[in-house]
């Protein structure tokens, strides 16, 4: 399974979830899938989107909120597994695209292949952690963890791109995409 | 000088309901009076960027957020201040104790000591150093400056401020 059909098969899913996406191509590729106002997309700041997606569960939680990740996000900011593994949100979903490469820079091995991240989600203490690496195991996932109680840590493996990645960027400017995203988090759930 | 729930208190007249950050020992009073308050009212961060992701989130769900970090922080946040929030125009206020002011300090504060308010002013981020005797005007002005122009805007918090 490539990172764009496990990003598709999980918004397909989905219903009003809002969702960081992270950085780099797990942006690009939800945007050009299946774009919708719950979705913001973190451009830049790297490592951060546990740490927007905390900020939303605890400010919001009547509302289910996703983290889109890769695994150089989590692996930039480690110690933010700690912190949603003590608040303990329970409408927090951390799912983690991990092709082991940094695919928007050329393929770069990232340290993933070697440490597991599930491991350090479960030590870190989420509540429930699984991985999954085919596409019918992560339908059944996604539809069974989101009507658990979180923080969850899904691992989806996931192969990289043979060739350097050209996914179209995000074009909402990035205040389009803070309104837009402001007002569907307004919306009731 | 000023006692650290007064401090707190001009804030929450504010408004601000959403605390982050990394502690320091000029800021202990105000974090204890935070953790003091409710669970998860102040959020211990990891790193002073975690935190400023946090209270970007919670800035884009409906809070008004505060994070407290001491100066060398300011250089962990860098990348969040410039690729989160001033591109995308978020509001929050930073509390920065002022390690290393006038050169008296230990030695890996001074550096950051010299520079601190240089780097908010190459960023455009509007600051005041915080004064106890015009305490209320200066939390009215970060409040009102950061929303109305959705900027982080600082107070810089030197040391013996607060209690």
Known sequence: MKRQEAIETVLRLLTNELVIHCNGMVSREAFNTLDRPENFYMIGSMGLTASLALGVALARPDRKVMAFDGDGGVLMNLGTLAEVGSIKPKNLFHLCFDNGVYGSTGNQPTLARTVDLDQMARSAGYRIVERVNEKTALEKAVKTLREKDGPVFLLIKVVPEEKYETAGRVTLSPEEIRDRFMAAVGRQA | ?163
């Open chain 2, 1 to 163: 000088m000023m006692k650290s729930v007064e401090f707190v208190e001009l804030l929450e007249r504010q408004g601000f309901n959403f605390f982050a950050g990394v502690p320091d020992s000029i800021l202990k009073g105000v974090v204890s009076c935070l953790l003091e308050r409710r669970e998860n009212y102040y959020l211990s961060a990891v790193r002073e960027d975690d935190a400023l992701g946090m209270a970007c989130g919670a800035y884009m769900a409906g809070r008004k957020p505060a994070v407290l970090m001491q100066n060398s922080g300011l250089g962990t946040s860098l990348n969040a201040l410039t690729s989160l929030y001033l591109i995308y125009k978020t509001p929050c206020l930073l509390i920065i104790s002022w390690r290393g002011h006038g050169g008296v300090d230990a030695p890996e504060h001074l550096v950051m000591g010299e520079v601190c308010t240089k780097i908010l002013e190459t960023i455009d981020i509007p600051y005041r150093v915080f004064s106890s005797e015009r305490a209320e005007e200066d939390i009215q002005w970060a409040a009102e400056t950061m929303s109305g122009q959705k900027l982080p805007v600082a107070l810089m918090i030197k040391k013996g401020i607060l209690v």
